[in-house]
């Protein structure tokens, strides 16, 4: 045997070994199933989610209370913009043709978003991006989205 078939076989035994450290109580189909689950692409993956998700009739949902966080900010800036503070709203007309980079920006301006309610955004445009906000991040904002392709509107 080569050097190199030797360090293989070494690897292949460790991540086995370790595979059976972490699972030792899965059984041979579920050990089968993540198996073939650790070939996929993250496209695949992103895929079989998705069709999990419709097939058992559950959601990736975010809780109730992380949700309700975001709620809090627009609020308190709308509150500044009674006292003159200027607040401003930052809508999305449309996503444009490339939607990933788009979806990478809505990503950036609100980190609480995962992938799937930006990928919403995009398709139901229209789309309330920011509200209540103040002038500084809604041109921010607004730069990311155009730079990415976007069209947006600011009030």
Not at 135 to 150: C, F, Q
Request: charged fraction near 30%; charge should be negative; glycine fraction near 8%.
């Amino acid at each position: 045997m080569t050097d190199d078939v030797k360090k293989e076989d070494k690897k292949e035994s460790s991540d086995a070994k370790a595979m059976e450290d972490k699972g030792k109580n899965l059984s041979k189909g579920v050990e089968k199933l993540v198996d073939e689950i650790a070939k996929l692409t993250v496209l695949e993956l992103s895929e079989l989610v998705t069709a999990l998700q419709d097939k058992l009739g559950v959601t990736a949902a975010v809780p109730m209370a992380a949700a309700a966080a975001p709620v809090a900010g627009p609020v308190v800036a709308g509150a500044a913009a009674e006292d003159g503070g200027g607040a401003q709203n930052l809508n999305m007309t449309s996503a444009g043709d490339n939607k990933i980079a788009v979806i990478k920006a809505l990503r950036e301006i609100n980190q609480n978003w995962g992938l799937k309610e930006a990928k919403d955004m995009t398709e139901a445009t229209p789309a309330e991006i920011l509200k209540g906000a103040k002038p500084e991040e809604v041109k921010a904002a607004a730069d990311k989205l155009k730079a990415a392709g976007a069209q947006v509107e600011m009030k």
